[in-house]
């Protein structure tokens, strides 16, 4: 299962996150400053799994943004992986520019493809859909 879902910039701070498992606010701001530092700090050649306290961290780095999801032990490393991706592969499809003027659409696809920490869809056009059903909307 998937704990949480962070965007991260280079200088460490939090664009999006997104947690599938309670956590109260001060302790997410001390997780999010210790996975962040020890995402950033690793160099690129090494593994982008993490074992982190009792869960494991997997991570991709797309230009200045750090994707880091935080999974529990029965979670597939290479299928979460694969999420982060997939989620930037639709980000790109979706937005031809800067996103992050554009959270509340980014929160759209994320909740299109992970649904109670579960990945539910991976179909780039289903994920889709809703938001040009509220472009049309917004259009007319």
């Given at each position: 299962?998937?704990?949480?879902?962070?965007?991260?910039?280079?200088?460490?701070?939090?664009?999006?996150?997104?947690?599938?498992?309670?956590?109260?606010?001060?302790?997410?701001?001390?997780?999010?400053?210790?996975?962040?530092?020890?995402?950033?700090?690793?160099?690129?050649?090494?593994?982008?799994?993490?074992?982190?306290k009792?869960?494991?961290?997997?991570?991709?780095?797309?230009?200045?943004l750090?994707?880091?999801?935080?999974?529990?032990?029965?979670?597939?490393?290479?299928?979460?992986?694969?999420?982060?991706?997939?989620?930037?592969?639709?980000?790109?499809?979706?937005?031809?520019?800067?996103?992050?003027?554009?959270?509340?659409?980014?929160?759209?696809?994320?909740?299109?493809?992970?649904?109670?920490?579960?990945?539910?869809?991976?179909?780039?056009?289903?994920?889709?859909?809703?938001?040009?059903?509220?472009?049309?909307?917004?259009?007319?």
């Amino acid at each position: 299962m998937i704990k949480f879902f962070l965007m991260v910039n280079k200088q460490g701070q939090t664009r999006l996150s997104r947690y599938y498992e309670h956590v109260e606010i001060n302790k997410r701001a001390m997780l999010e400053a210790e996975v962040i530092k020890s995402c950033l700090s690793r160099s690129k050649d090494e593994c982008s799994f993490v074992e982190y306290k009792d869960f494991k961290l997997v991570y991709r780095q797309y230009a200045a943004l750090f994707i880091v999801v935080g999974i529990d032990q029965t979670e597939n490393e290479m299928a979460v992986y694969e999420l982060i991706h997939n989620f930037v592969e639709v980000l790109d499809k979706y937005f031809s520019r800067v996103i992050m003027f554009n959270l509340d659409r980014v929160h759209i696809i994320l909740d299109e493809m992970v649904l109670n920490g579960c990945i539910v869809e991976t179909n780039r056009n289903r994920i889709l859909a809703p938001l040009f059903v509220l472009d049309k909307v917004a259009e007319g």
